[in-house]
């Protein structure tokens, strides 16, 4: 047990000795915590929150152009303009504000849509009605021959794919309910007056987001549930670069060898470093923790909620650090220079993270990188983080990914000192 906490003391100096770098392991999370969730949040906000300025050019004056105009406003996402610099707004103008960047979209709707959109109407109406001997189609005026019609969605060449989609898919909506509504007009009219209306126009299907509750309240995800457990694993496994290079110090400088010959078995060695770093992963964790239930709501964030969580959080954080602190003791004993052990950790982490889910999420991502994010310890842990703050999950439930995470240290360890062994046989 002496030659145990002689080791961590060891430790300890060696991290004293670098006391901007141990600073700037805890500051720098922090910064980039508070820095993602702020961007986050407040694109979160622009687009639920702020309204959207988009450019109208009604070129219909009728039912249909009223109908889209009433929709974008009742909405609450979208602030219609029909004037630029107080000249009314032409397809042209608005095509060369948009495309500018400007505005992020300009809808053109086309002349005659209401009206010929209703006399096509009225044609298939009297033809089924004629079909059914309902109407004598010799009396039956000749149909006069209509033009599809196109609404104009003009988009910044830089707007996101999904904002496109969102908005075509809301106007397609739109035009298809008032289409529905005009073909039970026509019909009611065409099948005489009635006190009663024949056909109901209210939506049969409706959808309803069923959320998961906890004392009846619903758990609705954040900007910083997602991001306080994604860069805190990201900070937990930047500990891979200090330990790394601390590990090539050792063989560098012959401490290492000295301390072997003392003697004192490798494992205690190992034993050592992983009870220090495995102690600044937890500070880190409690520092995140920390930010997120303390300072956020200063900021305007959503506050981190982590009653009942907390021992779970910390469980996983725990385990993480094992993770980590295992890949960095294998980097430093593969790497023969601080050259190549800095560079190589620091890259390998924002692999990880980035294959890991911590930027992207994985269900955004190809399907061959959706296999590939499976054997990232990131995403065993950040899926396990998930599972406690957003599913409410258990201790049986988190198993699976600390068994996971586990067995990553325990294997990288055993291949360092197996790797260790055979380099000072030679």
Same mark, same amino acid.
């Given at each position: 047990?002496?030659?145990?906490?002689?080791?961590?003391?060891?430790?300890?100096?060696?991290?004293?000795?670098?006391?901007? %770098?141990?600073?700037?392991?805890?500051?720098?999370? /922090?910064?980039?915590?508070?820095?993602?969730?702020?961007?986050?949040?407040?694109?979160?906000?622009?687009?639920?929150?702020?309204?959207?300025?988009?450019?109208?050019?009604?070129?219909?004056?009728?039912? &249909?152009?009223?109908?889209?105009?009433?929709?974008?406003?009742?909405?609450?996402?979208?602030?219609?303009?029909?004037?630029?610099?107080?000249? *009314?707004?032409?397809?042209?103008?608005?095509?060369?504000?948009?495309?500018?960047?400007?505005?992020?979209?300009?809808?053109?709707?086309?002349?005659?849509?209401?009206?010929?959109?209703? /006399?096509? &109407?009225?044609?298939?109406?009297?033809?089924?009605?004629?079909?059914?001997?309902?109407?004598?189609?010799?009396?039956?005026?000749?149909?006069?021959?209509?033009?599809?019609?196109?609404?104009?969605?003009?988009?910044?060449?830089?707007?996101?794919?999904?904002?496109?989609?969102?908005?075509?898919?809301? &106007?397609?909506?739109?035009?298809?309910?008032?289409?529905?509504?005009?073909?039970?007009?026509?019909?009611?009219?065409?099948? %005489?007056?009635?006190?009663?209306?024949?056909?109901?126009?209210?939506?049969?299907?409706?959808?309803?987001?069923?959320?998961?509750?906890?004392?009846?309240?619903?758990?609705?995800?954040?900007?910083?549930?997602?991001?306080?457990?994604?860069?805190?694993?990201?900070? &937990?496994?930047?500990?891979?670069?200090?330990?790394?290079?601390?590990?090539?110090?050792?063989?560098?400088?012959?401490?290492?060898?000295?301390?072997?010959?003392?003697?004192?078995?490798?494992?205690?060695?190992?034993?050592?470093?992983?009870?220090?770093?495995?102690?600044?992963?937890?500070?880190?964790?409690? /520092?995140?923790?920390?930010?997120?239930?303390?300072?956020?709501?200063?900021?305007?964030?959503?506050?981190?909620?982590?009653?009942?969580?907390?021992?779970?959080?910390?469980?996983?954080?725990?385990?993480?650090?094992?993770?980590?602190? %295992?890949?960095?003791?294998?980097?430093?004993?593969?790497?023969?220079?601080?050259?190549?052990?800095? *560079?190589?950790?620091?890259?390998?982490v924002v692999i990880l993270a980035a294959v890991g889910g911590v930027w992207v999420p994985v269900f955004a991502m190809p399907k061959v990188m959706q296999y590939v994010s499976h054997i990232s310890p990131m995403n065993? %842990?950040?899926?396990?983080?998930?599972?406690?703050?957003?599913?409410?999950?258990?201790?049986?439930?988190?198993?699976?990914?600390?068994?996971? /995470?586990?067995?990553?240290?325990?294997?990288?360890?055993?291949?360092?000192?197996?790797?260790?062994?055979?380099?000072?046989?030679?």
């Amino acid at each position: 047990m002496y030659k145990f906490w002689m080791s961590v003391y060891k430790e300890i100096l060696l991290l004293r000795r670098d006391f901007g %770098g141990l600073v700037i392991l805890f500051v720098m999370p /922090l910064v980039l915590i508070v820095t993602i969730t702020l961007i986050q949040d407040s694109t979160f906000k622009s687009v639920t929150e702020t309204k959207i300025p988009i450019l109208l050019v009604d070129n219909d004056k009728g039912e &249909i152009a009223k109908n889209v105009k009433e929709n974008l406003i009742q909405s609450g996402t979208f602030e219609l303009l029909t004037e630029i610099a107080n000249k *009314p707004i032409t397809e042209t103008s608005a095509k060369e504000a948009v495309f500018k960047g400007e505005y992020q979209l300009a809808i053109v709707i086309p002349e005659r849509i209401s009206s010929d959109l209703q /006399l096509k &109407i009225n044609q298939n109406v009297e033809n089924i009605l004629s079909s059914f001997g309902m109407q004598d189609s010799v009396t039956m005026p000749k149909q006069q021959e209509l033009s599809p019609k196109e609404v104009r969605l003009y988009f910044d060449p830089a707007t996101q794919l999904t904002f496109k989609n969102g908005v075509k898919n809301a &106007i397609d909506k739109m035009i298809s309910q008032i289409e529905n509504k005009s073909i039970y007009a026509t019909f009611q009219d065409q099948l %005489g007056e009635t006190d009663e209306p024949l056909f109901e126009q209210e939506n049969f299907i409706s959808f309803k987001e069923i959320v998961p509750k906890v004392d009846d309240k619903e758990i609705v995800p954040n900007s910083v549930q997602h991001n306080v457990p994604a860069w805190t694993l990201f900070a &937990i496994f930047f500990v891979v670069v200090p330990l790394s290079i601390n590990v090539v110090k050792e063989k560098s400088q012959g401490t290492l060898v000295r301390l072997i010959t003392n003697p004192v078995p490798y494992f205690i060695v190992i034993l050592g470093k992983t009870a220090t770093y495995l102690l600044i992963c937890m500070i880190q964790f409690w /520092l995140m923790v920390a930010v997120g239930v303390y300072f956020f709501p200063y900021l305007g964030l959503p506050v981190l909620e982590v009653e009942g969580t907390l021992l779970l959080m910390s469980i996983v954080a725990f385990f993480s650090g094992l993770a980590a602190i %295992g890949f960095g003791i294998l980097l430093g004993t593969i790497a023969k220079t601080q050259e190549q052990s800095a *560079p190589f950790g620091a890259t390998s982490v924002v692999i990880l993270a980035a294959v890991g889910g911590v930027w992207v999420p994985v269900f955004a991502m190809p399907k061959v990188m959706q296999y590939v994010s499976h054997i990232s310890p990131m995403n065993w %842990g950040l899926n396990a983080f998930y599972d406690v703050l957003l599913r409410n999950g258990t201790i049986l439930e988190i198993l699976p990914e600390i068994i996971l /995470l586990l067995l990553f240290f325990l294997i990288t360890i055993a291949i360092a000192t197996v790797y260790d062994q055979k380099k000072r046989a030679v």
